[in-house]
């Protein structure tokens, strides 16, 4: 399982954008890169994935260079209910099976 | 999005009891996990199920934990004699297609 780095912490004010990046030097060719959200006591929430280049839906864009060692989470315009830890992770998750693999995740507060 | 739920949400037990934490998975989904997160610290796997029996499991699930589906649709987690340092809250997640869904969580405090 391809090891992640990501900022500790970061902070921002309520109606930025926020871009959270996430390094993943040993990326395999079947993994998808994966973030999650998580507030104080409750389950992690999967917010978006992608493989290559740019995703979007309609809570964030990932963002994944051609050579896929890094991406970044675009979270835009955010509010203080986006206060939480965001998680990166890496892994395949075709075939079903998928063991995830938690880092410290990065704790963003959204100032008012 | 489907929706995992867990039972109760909020445990206090004596050290040395057993707990059975209990889970209700996604109907259709096949792989079950159970995971970890002590006050302040990372998300830990414990165990993953899968076809009625443990696929995988991390050192720290131990002969204190097992994991069963007792009536094919409920996913239980039991630890047999809990400890302090088992105080944490437990999340079971489910596969969906591409991605894991997790249950709010219980959290176990043990006195």
């Known amino acids: 399982l391809a090891k992640t780095t990501q900022p500790i912490s970061m902070d921002s004010y309520e109606g930025q954008e926020v871009n959270i990046t996430c390094s993943h030097n040993?990326?395999?060719?079947?993994?998808?890169i994966t973030w999650y959200q998580q507030f104080p006591s409750q389950g992690p929430r999967f917010i978006i994935q992608?493989?290559?280049t740019k995703v979007t839906n309609e809570v964030a864009s990932l963002f994944i260079p051609a050579d896929r060692k890094s991406s970044t989470l675009s979270l835009p315009r955010v509010s203080l209910s986006d206060t939480a830890v965001y998680y990166c992770l890496v892994g395949d998750p075709t075939g079903g099976y998928n063991k995830l693999i938690f880092g410290a995740g990065t704790r963003l507060a959204v100032h008012p | 999005e489907p929706e995992v739920t867990q039972t109760p949400s909020h445990q206090v037990t004596q050290m040395g009891q057993e707990v059975i934490l209990r889970c209700v998975p996604i109907?259709?989904?096949?792989?079950f996990y159970w995971y970890r997160q002590i006050l302040g610290q990372k998300v830990e796997f414990l165990v993953s199920f899968y076809n009625n029996e443990i696929s995988e499991k991390s050192e720290i699930f131990d002969d204190q934990f097992s994991v069963e589906r007792p009536d094919g649709s409920n996913f239980t987690l039991k630890i047999r004699s809990t400890k302090l340092e088992d105080s944490a809250m437990y999340f079971c997640?489910?596969?969906?297609?591409?991605?894991?869904?997790f249950g709010p969580g219980t959290r176990l405090t043990v006195l």
């Open positions: 997640a489910n596969d969906g297609t591409d991605t894991q869904y």
């Open positions: 992608g493989y290559k």
């Open positions: 109907s259709n989904h096949l792989y």
């Open positions: 040993n990326i395999a060719t079947n993994d998808y």
